[in-house]
């Protein structure tokens, strides 16, 4: 994506007051981006990424696994299968999702072929304990419209129909069950974030890559100051603005901490890396369709659910199984390893450590996965795929996550596995924390972030925001 240049704060001294800083290429700010340049067109935006393109870091498609996560297959959102009301309510904003997209498309502002495609959702299990879990989970979410056309089956030679590599080459007296729904899809999460910052800078606002924020502060005028530096002169600058939104991933947290928020007073970050087996061999990946999922490692964070999943990456098809965790005290896959250390503060030493002592299973687990040889690895992906061949698969590495720690009066702190929006006390401030399923729901948490922030536009917006964010309504431009 070329540098759009519509506005100039840089060169303004600062006596220039912008209406929005949006600060990180990825998935998040694209979409608030993309939603401000359509309900306020006459406002000024910039936005600022550290690196040479927009969404290099967990946006990159090769940096998550593509899935727009919707309940239909991640077991980490229903851990007691008579509950189904997580897994709802995650089909619901990725629901929102797509009916965003698709309004976007009917403006003629996105194509969603060029970034989504239908790819069924399967979930596999082995073994009598997790087919009665799934027998479960497939009977609380059947009754339900969402998962109204979910199947589900204990017949091998079905599951060999959904997904033949689950079952070539698996002991016959093996035991398995399966759910499947066909609305799944693959979703390509870099080519949706530039598309929408291709609409935000048709609107004239500016994206400026190469520019890394450095500080926020607010003035007693209310107004913030963002100062940064560019990359390629060298040449400091600083802007002033009405309104931040702090959507750089890892690093949002030390931003804001910088900016003297203190809403993220005793927050702490535990950094999570992730790494993928991939093959891109033709005659693998014909034969396999969907994106299987099944039951996490004793001990696993939520997120590492092993899952075998067919990707479309321009225009072009692959498999990816995985995550195997990684650990590394960057808190981006481009940051320094130093990154961890300049998030701690003294009010964030206990929760730190009551979450780390409260997450010793995570600790273990994290520790096995550093050791595990590839032929270790190896033998998971066997688990999915019994026949697969060692030759056709390369280990790649994904993206980083920085975990969300909170402070919690009784326990001291708790490790949070979700993504959180932050706000200012006066809704002139607003950052995102925390991981999956983060960009699947983007539009739903920009519309929780215009409530929040912008609640004296609420009736001048509303007739624009029930068009592009509608409650319920058509998604067939998105499939």
Partial sequence: ????????????????????????????????????????????IALFERLGEPAAESSHPWNNAGTGHSGLCE????PDPRDGSK????????????????????????????????TPHVTVVFGDNDIAYLRQRYATLRDQ?????????EDRAVIAEWAPLLVRGRADGEAMAATRHTAGTDVDFGALTRSLLSTMSAAGNAVRLHREITGLARGKDGLWTVRGRDLDSGRRFRVRTRFVFVGAGGYALRLLQRAGLPEVRGYGVFPLGAQFLRTDNPDVVA????????????????????????REVDGSASLLFGPYATFSTRLLRHGKLTDLFTTLRPHNI???????????DLVRFLVTELLASRRRKFAQLQRFYPTADPGDWELIQAGQRAQLVKPDRRRGGVLEFGTELVTGADGTVAGLLGASPGASIA??????LLERCFPE?????????????????????AR
Avoid: C
């Fill in 1 to 44: 994506m070329t540098e759009t240049t519509p506005i100039h704060p840089e060169s303004a001294g600062g006596d220039d007051v912008l209406d929005a800083v949006l600060i990180g290429g990825g998935i998040m700010s694209a979409t608030l981006g993309a939603l401000l340049s359509t309900l306020a067109p006459d406002w000024s």
């Fill in 75 to 78: 077991l980490n959102y229903m």
């Fill in 87 to 118: 897994a709802a309510g995650i089909a619901e904003q990725f629901g929102l999702s797509r009916r965003f997209w698709s309004a976007l498309a009917r403006r003629g502002e996105l194509d969603p072929a060029t970034f989504v495609t239908a």
């Fill in 145 to 153: 419209p969402a998962f109204a056309d979910m199947e589900y089956t």
């Fill in 287 to 310: 034969e396999h369709h969907a994106k299987v999922y099944s039951r996490a490692a004793l001990g696993a964070p939520p997120m590492s659910v092993p899952h075998l999943d067919r």
């Fill in 350 to 360: 206990v929760p730190l450590v009551a979450a780390g002592l409260q997450n010793l």
């Fill in 443 to 448: 539009p739903s948490i920009m519309r929780d």
């Fill in 457 to 477: 536009r609420r009736y001048e917006w509303s007739p624009l925001l029930a068009e592009l964010l509608p409650e319920a309504g058509p998604v067939s431009a």
